[in-house]
């Protein structure tokens, strides 16, 4: 399936599939219950704090994220 970019405002969610080992399942399930998060919410954040990570987004959403700044 290609990729296509898609402007935000015309489609504000798109839906991914996944695939994670059941191991990696269980334990996401033990930490979004200990959190009290849904899996959608965990995975999103993750997504989010990758990119960060890799300065794909502002320094503020950063610190928001918990990235710390690299010097």
Known sequence: MPFHRVEHSKMANTILGVRV??????LLEKVCEARGED???????????????LSFYPDDVKKALGIKEVK
Do not use: G, H, V, W
């Not at 080992?21 to 269980?26: A, E, G």
């Open 21 to 26: 080992t059941p191991q990696d399942r269980m």
């Open 39 to 53: 899996l959608s919410n965990f995975i999103r954040r993750s997504i989010k704090k990758e990119l960060a990570s």
